[in-house]
């Protein structure tokens, strides 16, 4: 079946009449475009303690506020999915660093060179960034690169699609 958009509609038509109600029939709402969008019995996803796949409806009920407050409010099952995968990487990566910045300390972090498909490592006493990771040595890092994976890093943490 062939959607098109209301407004080609309204081109290609122009001069007929129509009976609204029997339209409306015809008519599929337009999809949410980010979780501040879903309105009532709209469908989204979330992730449970042991599943990504759980399907829920938008009931304006204080859970469904709850979970897109928290993050964890999804328009698609892959999205939730991917999000458990990047949770999975993040928590390796905090097993070897910190969220906390020590100013005046070493706070080494890794960043991803799209130039060259890699990802290198940096060191900052007194520039905080947000939303790192630091690590306390680049051999922690390496570290967590090893058990995380490099591909692993650079598609859930980046965002870049391995090559």
Not at 82 to 95: H, N, Q, S, T
Request: with cysteine.
């Amino acid at each position: 079946m062939k959607m098109i958009k209301v407004e080609e509609i309204a081109e290609k038509y122009k001069g007929y009449e129509v009976d609204e109600e029997k339209l409306k029939e015809f008519l599929t709402p337009p999809k949410p475009r980010t979780v501040w969008d879903l309105k009532n019995k709209d469908n989204y996803w979330y992730i449970n303690d042991y599943s990504a796949n759980v399907r829920a409806t938008w009931d304006n009920f204080m859970i469904d506020d709850y979970r897109r407050n928290m993050g964890n409010c999804f328009l698609t099952e892959k999205e939730a999915k991917f999000e458990v995968e990047r949770r999975k990487v993040e928590a390796i990566l905090l097993k070897y660093g910190r969220r906390e910045f020590k100013q005046g300390e070493e706070n080494h972090y890794m960043y991803c060179n799209l130039l060259e498909s890699s990802i290198e490592f940096d060191c900052y006493k007194d520039i905080q960034h947000q939303g790192i990771i630091y690590f306390d040595t680049e051999k922690l890092c390496q570290q967590a690169i090893e058990e995380a994976g490099e591909d692993n890093i650079k598609k859930y943490i980046f965002g870049v699609d391995a090559e």
